[in-house]
């Protein structure tokens, strides 16, 4: 059984900067495709940034591009989300999540990960 928990969050002034943590338990192997999710309130949940667990080059959604940075330690079976510069706009729910996948080629939509963590709130204050 695959369990995710994010951990990281926080409140920050924009331009600030955090770094998001994904401890993953069950992940026998490296064939899952990973990413940060986020919702704000009102809104969608939209993706971040996502990365094939047996490495690739990581895909990011335009709106942080440039200031995010997804990174894997899989020695650790954990997550990162370097978030800089950020912005009021930012601030939303993270969650990291999770779906076994032999095809590096990872979705980009929500629908296709089944494993979730509870989340962690990011405030960033103007």
């Known amino acids: 059984q695959v369990q995710l928990a994010e951990s990281g969050g926080g409140s920050v002034e924009a331009g600030g900067s955090l770094r998001l943590s994904c401890a993953a338990s069950?992940?026998?192997?490296?064939?899952?495709?990973m990413g940060w999710f986020r919702q704000a309130p009102g809104k969608e949940r939209e993706g971040g940034a996502i990365?094939?667990?047996?490495?690739?080059?990581?895909y990011y959604a335009d709106s942080v591009k440039g200031r995010f940075t997804i990174s894997q330690d899989n020695s650790k079976n954990t997550m990162y989300l370097q978030m800089n510069s950020l912005k009021p706009e930012d601030t939303a729910m993270y969650y990291c999540?999770?779906?076994?996948?032999?095809?590096?080629?990872?979705?980009?939509?929500?629908?296709?990960?089944?494993?979730w963590g509870q989340g962690t709130q990011v405030t960033v204050s103007s």
């Open positions: 990365v094939y667990r047996g490495g690739g080059a990581p």
């Open positions: 999540a999770a779906y076994l996948s032999y095809n590096p080629a990872c979705a980009l939509g929500s629908s296709a990960y089944n494993y």
């Open positions: 069950g992940l026998t192997h490296s064939r899952y495709c």
